[in-house]
């Protein structure tokens, strides 16, 4: 049975410090997104990760992805506030097919404070 | 450009009711997708259309969910009867093709007392 963990679950952090989120999937997989939901709000697309070695970065956030290894990561750097979200890792299963479905972890919530 | 639209935003039913969610997904994107999010858990996947065709139904419980996407745009989720496990939220999303990135709707939040 395919398998994504997200660790931390929840993540209280301070305004400027730096942390990181992982993403853990139990099959071969080419294809990782990142979604940021906000409370009450649909999910945004952050991040499409294409192929082993990828890194990706906008504003605060990078991530990256090792396939080999089955994991991704999310790095936050200087945190503020407006980050305060729940995220959301999604593995694509379609490894050598065409289906383009999607299997999500239980997302890592995160708290931004002063 | 628009983005995924969903109605109703929210629903309450008692069980045993029935209950059907509309998606109207972004203009040209041909995959259309019905997940269902439980609170505290990420999106599980429920349906997706290529199309006006099936493409994976296999997490549908058919006993009691039905979907059809019948014109190849809009599309239609129904819960026939309600029981109180539905309750979640159900989201839609598109892509412009079979894994492209996912764009999801607002979704409409449903509640079975």
């Known amino acids: 049975e395919l398998k994504v963990e997200q660790n931390p679950l929840f993540l209280s952090m301070q305004e400027g410090k730096n942390y990181t989120i992982y993403c853990n999937y139990s099959t071969t997989s080419d294809r990782l997104y990142w979604y940021r939901q906000d409370p009450g709000k649909s999910l945004e697309s952050l991040f499409v990760?294409?192929?082993?070695?990828a890194v990706k970065q906008e504003g605060r956030l990078m991530a990256s992805l090792d396939t080999k290894a089955r994991l991704s990561t999310l790095h936050i750097t200087a945190a503020v506030h407006d980050l305060s979200a729940t995220y959301f890792c999604a593995v694509d299963l379609s490894y050598g097919g065409s289906q383009g479905n999607l299997i999500f972890g239980k997302g890592t919530k995160l708290s931004v404070k002063p | 450009e628009a983005g995924v639209a969903q109605s109703p935003r929210y629903k309450i039913i008692e069980k045993r009711q029935s209950v059907a969610f509309w998606c109207n997904p972004i203009?040209?994107?041909?995959?259309l997708y019905w997940y269902q999010q439980i609170l505290g858990q990420g999106p599980k996947l429920l349906i997706q259309f290529q199309n006006n065709g099936v493409v994976d139904d296999s997490q549908l419980p058919k006993d009691r969910f039905s979907a059809e996407r019948l014109k190849g745009v809009d599309s239609t989720l129904k819960i026939q009867p309600a029981k109180l496990e539905d309750s979640a939220v159900y989201l839609c999303?598109?892509?412009?093709?079979?894994?492209?990135?996912?764009?999801f709707g607002p979704g409409t939040r449903l509640t079975v007392l």
């Open positions: 990760l294409l192929s082993n070695g």
């Open positions: 203009s040209g994107h041909a995959t």
């Open positions: 999303a598109s892509s412009q093709r079979i894994r492209d990135t996912q764009y």
